[in-house]
Structures are given as C-alpha cells and as structure tokens.
C-alpha cells in the first residue's frame, strides 16, 4: 500500500478553491475509482489517466487505485485534474520523488498520448497560487495567462515532461513576468459625432463620475455614435482592475487580449437577449454580460425592446457591484460593477417631438411604449439627456469636427483622480461619510435643489444622484465646492423629470 497527495483547485465562480488529491494504491482486483463529488468529466479522468501514463513509456500500477478529491462535499467539474491525478498515481507507484511534488499545483487536461491540453480559469487559480506562494505547473497554451498572476508558473507540452522535470533530468524554467504595456485606444473618436453640444457634454461627465446615462431621442441622431464613444474617454485601467476583468474572460475560456490591456471593456448586448445571458446564470452558473462588462460599459441599445423582466434583473448588480447567481447545488458570485449606458426613442415610431418628422403615436401608445422600463430602473440612471436631431449644417462633408477623444479624455483623467484622491471611488459610488464630506454647497444651492426635488417629485435616490452629478461637474471645473450653476446644470441633464407627466 502506498498514498501521493498533490495540490490543485478547482473552478466556482471567478473562485479557485485548493483540492487536495490523494492517491491510494493497495491490493485487490484492478480498479481505479475516483471519489469526491466528482462530475462525469473528472470521473472519465481515470481512462485518459491510464492511456497517458502507458503511452509515455510508464507502467500502470496493478491493484486498486482510489483517487479522493477533497473536500469531498465540494463540486469537481472538467478536466483540469488529469495532469495531478496521473503525477499522484506516478507517485504512488515510485516512479516520480514524492518530495517534488510540495509546494505545487499541477493543472491539465491529459490526451491518450499523454499530451497536456488548456484548461479554462487558470488566470483564477494562478491568482489564488500566487497567495498560498506555491508554484505551479501548467500546459503550454496556459502559460501566458497564468503568468498575468505573477505566480511561479512552469509550462509543459507533455506529461513525459512533466515527469523530467520532477526528476530532475531537465528543468523546466518560470515564464518571466509578463509586463503589457496599455495600447492607445484605437476606438471610434468623439470627434466623429456632429453637433450634440449637450449630448458630449453629458457623456463627458459620466464619464468623469461613473454615472449610469440614458439618451433618448429619434432615430438617427447619434444616441448610438455617443455610447460607443464612451469607452475611448474612460480613463485606464489600474492593473487590479485589469486582472479582474481578465479572470472573467479566462473563466469562459476566452483568449486574453493584451493588446488591450488595461481598456475598459464595452459590451453591447441585442434586445433578444435572456435574463441569465445577461446577468448570468446556466446549470454550472456562467458570468454573463454584466460581469464581462466589469470595470467598463453596459450599452442597451433600444432599451424598451428588451424584455421587462430581463431589465428588472439589472436593478440589484447595479447598486451591489456583485450579482450572485444560485441553483439548487451551487451558489456563485460574479464581480458586475459596470456603468450603464442605454439608448430609446421617444415613442414606439421613434419621431414624438421631432419637428421633422411625423409622429401619430397616441398618448396610450407612448405611456405604453415607455412604460416597458419601470420607474425604479429609471431612477437609476444619473443623467438621461434629449438627443435631438443635428442641424444639416453640421453635417456638411468637411464641417468643423468637435474635441478628439484623447482631449476629452485628459479632462476626465484629471476629474477622475480627484474624486479618486478625495473619496477613494469615482462620485458615483461615493457612499456615507464620503458623501457628506464631497457634497459640501451653499445655501442656495441647497434650496435650488430642495426646490427642484419637490417640482420634478424627484425620490431620495434621484435627489442624491443630482448632487452626485452635480460633484463630478464641479471636479471637472476644479471647484473644490458645489456651485448653485453645477445644481443647475445637473437638473438640466434629467429630460424624463420634466416629461414625468407623460411618463
């Protein structure tokens, strides 16, 4: 009899919980047997196991092998526990040192000739190695990946590799860590929007304070031109941001790209779009649009179209930061902190207030039409801003072009670290004592928008969005205090308080 215990971890969420491995090896009839909650990809290990250890000239231990994943009430999914599971039985039978075995994670996916194959989430489970400070060894197309984590990562095209390298008849060297240098933004620019002075204005402020914003207006006006913009006048990533939004892409299985290290990401999903494709969710729960959006940009366009439903579930991610998907064997939690931007038309024909257009939507059919957003969604958006039709003038081939991107963005860099420097979040997530201490104003201030909020019935949230917007103006400005004309400027960009009538 004899026993080999390695290290690994598993996949929950963007988690990686450690999973001790132990291979027994005794007497009796040839079995191999593999306990610990293990789905049927970590069960059917034992034939890709066996088929790689004989094809990379090894013996396979006769008698009965029990491989036990612990903790044995913890789910096991994939194929990432074939490369531990054969080093374990190499271990057991003597043929591997044991003691090379401490102090590291062994990660792969075995093929029958014993070559190693990617494995999703390896970003996740290299951030988690790198705490615990132990090494780890993983297949070549996870290297680069793992590397982000600065762990100590050894990369392997083959178990015979693998097993070289713990005799130490040739060594495998750590990967360097990788240091990506952030692209310039290579997007669409802000100065292709023609006119809308109001429209950049307000984008220009989200972008500074994080504030959720809406554009409504008939079609053809540039709603959707503004919103893709945004992303090219966010300021960069910091390089933990950076990780977490990777960890979610390496959760899917989708490659990390670093050329675009550090940009913020942009999601756009279409209006068919389900409730768990957009928050998440699925038998063995998976980030959806809202968690691949973190630390970026949300965009719906035609925000009424979507199912009512599907854009209740948005409400709580929104506030929280998090979304936190449940089934009845597993419970996982997503990061969703993403700032939302959503695009309508005033009315089901798109042309309600358009003075060139020819809008016969009844007042039932527009309260219909509007209606398909709830008013506590609606007040969750910061700004929602009347785009409105651009002069012919302006869109003259070889008309003045407005402020670049990058000029923009020097603006919002330098608000962004104030709010950052003063409150520790951008305005708005400021919470409790930094609110109090960010929103210092005058009387009269205080009363231009005690006014306002009885005039528009404007709720507790809607009232501290107003001030929070109100913040991020004056940053932009360099006012260390709220001014009576930053109220002002803020109430101008809520269009639906003045509409709540028809609404």
């Not at 009796?28 to 789905?39: C, K, R, T």
């Not at 997007?187 to 307000?202: E, I, T, W």
């Not at 902190?337 to 089901?348: E, H, R, S, T, W």
């Amino acid at each position: 009899m004899s026993i080999a215990i390695l290290t690994s971890r598993a996949q929950i969420g963007t988690d990686a919980p450690p999973v001790t491995i132990e291979v027994f090896l005794s007497g009796g009839l040839p079995v191999f047997s593999v306990v610990g909650m293990a789905e049927t990809a970590v069960r059917e290990s034992k034939d890709r196991v066996r088929g790689a250890i004989l094809t990379s000239g090894f013996d396979f231990p006769q008698g009965r092998i029990t491989v036990s994943l612990g903790p044995a009430d913890m789910r096991k999914t994939g194929g990432r526990f074939d490369l531990a599971i054969a080093l374990g039985v190499l271990a057991a039978s003597k043929l591997i040192p044991r003691r090379s075995l401490d102090e590291q994670e062994f990660y792969g996916e075995l093929a029958l000739n014993g070559d190693l194959r990617w494995v999703p989430g390896m970003l996740c489970a290299a951030l988690r190695a790198r705490e615990a400070g132990n090494g780890m060894i993983v297949p070549e197309d996870n290297g680069a990946e793992a590397a982000l984590a600065g762990a100590e990562v050894r990369v392997a095209r083959t178990l015979l590799e693998v097993t070289a390298h713990l005799h130490g008849h040739c060594t495998i060297e750590s990967l360097p860590l990788p240091e990506p240098a952030p692209a310039a933004y290579g997007g669409p620019d802000l100065s292709d929007v023609k006119g809308q002075a109001q429209a950049k204005r307000a984008l220009e402020i989200a972008a500074a304070g994080g504030h959720n914003l809406l554009l409504i207006g008939p079609p053809g006006t540039g709603k959707s031109m503004l919103a893709q913009r945004l992303a090219g006048i966010l300021p960069l990533m910091t390089e933990a941001e950076s990780l977490q939004t990777a960890a979610i892409d390496s959760v899917l299985g989708i490659p990390i790209d670093l050329s675009r290290w550090r940009q913020r990401p942009f999601r756009s999903p279409h209006h068919t779009a389900s409730a768990p494709a957009l928050v998440g969710g699925g038998a063995g729960p998976r980030p959806g649009e809202i968690s691949r959006a973190h630390h970026g940009v949300l965009f719906l366009d035609e925000l009424p179209e979507f199912n009512r439903n599907v854009l209740e579930v948005l409400r709580e991610p929104l506030e929280a930061g998090t979304i936190t998907i449940s089934r009845a064997g597993q419970q996982c939690d997503f990061p969703a902190d993403f700032q939302l931007v959503a695009a309508m038309n005033p009315c089901p024909c798109g042309y309600l207030g358009d003075v060139r257009g020819d809008c016969r939507c009844s007042g039932e059919r527009v309260a219909t039409y509007r209606s398909k957003i709830s008013g506590p969604l609606l007040d969750r958006f910061d700004l929602h801003v009347e785009v409105g039709r651009p002069p012919s003038k302006a869109l003259r081939a070889g008309a003045e072009q407005g402020e670049s991107s990058r000029i923009v963005a020097a603006r919002v860099s330098k608000a962004r670290s104030l709010a950052m420097e003063r409150n520790g979040a951008c305005n708005a997530k400021m919470q409790g004592d930094q609110f109090a201490r960010a929103c210092r104003a005058s009387d009269e201030c205080w009363e231009l928008l005690e006014g306002a909020a009885e005039r528009f019935s404007l709720s507790a949230r809607g009232y501290h969005r107003v001030l929070r917007v109100a913040r991020t103006i004056a940053d932009l400005a360099g006012r260390s205090e709220i001014t009576v004309a930053n109220i002002a400027e803020a109430l101008s960009l809520r269009h639906l308080d003045r509409v709540r009538r028809i609404l």
